[in-house]
């Protein structure tokens, strides 16, 4: 059982950034696949990014709508997985939430994932 808790969420305007947070009681951090995913209301939870190691080296994975404006990295050290947002826009309010799986290549299925935390949520006003 790996638990994850995330934090960081908030009310910020158009453009502003934030940094969640996602702090996991995983003993092989290193060895997990982490994500990010969000869910709007009335909408599927939908990928944003994730992070894996490949061949020593993490590897990471965007969603085409947060790409070059979300950033996922991961302190080893910490046991976290971060995810900063810039240039936010109001299409981004979703309740987000961090997710983790046993070793492999990143993917952005749910389904894929069996850890999962309850989510914080991000809303940008226009």
């Known amino acids: 059982q790996v638990d994850l808790v995330e934090s960081g969420g908030g009310l910020v305007q158009a453009g502003d950034s934030l940094k969640l947070s996602c702090a996991t009681s995983a ?12 869910q709007a209301p009335g909408k599927e939870r939908e990928f944003v990014a994730a992070t894996a190691i490949r061949w020593s080296t993490f590897k990471t994975y965007y969603s085409d709508s947060v790409k070059g404006r979300f ?20 299409e981004d309010t979703a309740l987000y939430y961090c997710a983790a ?21 991000v809303t940008v006003s226009s």
Not at 27 to 38: E, G, L, N, P, V
């Open 101 to 121: 799986r046993t070793g492999g290549a990143n993917t952005d299925r749910p389904d894929d994932y069996a850890y999962w935390g309850q989510g914080t949520q």
């Open 71 to 90: 950033t996922i990295s991961r302190d080893v050290s910490k046991n976290t997985v971060y995810l900063q947002m810039d240039s936010l826009k109001p």
């Open 27 to 38: 003993r092989t951090f290193s060895a997990y696949a982490m994500a990010w995913f969000r």
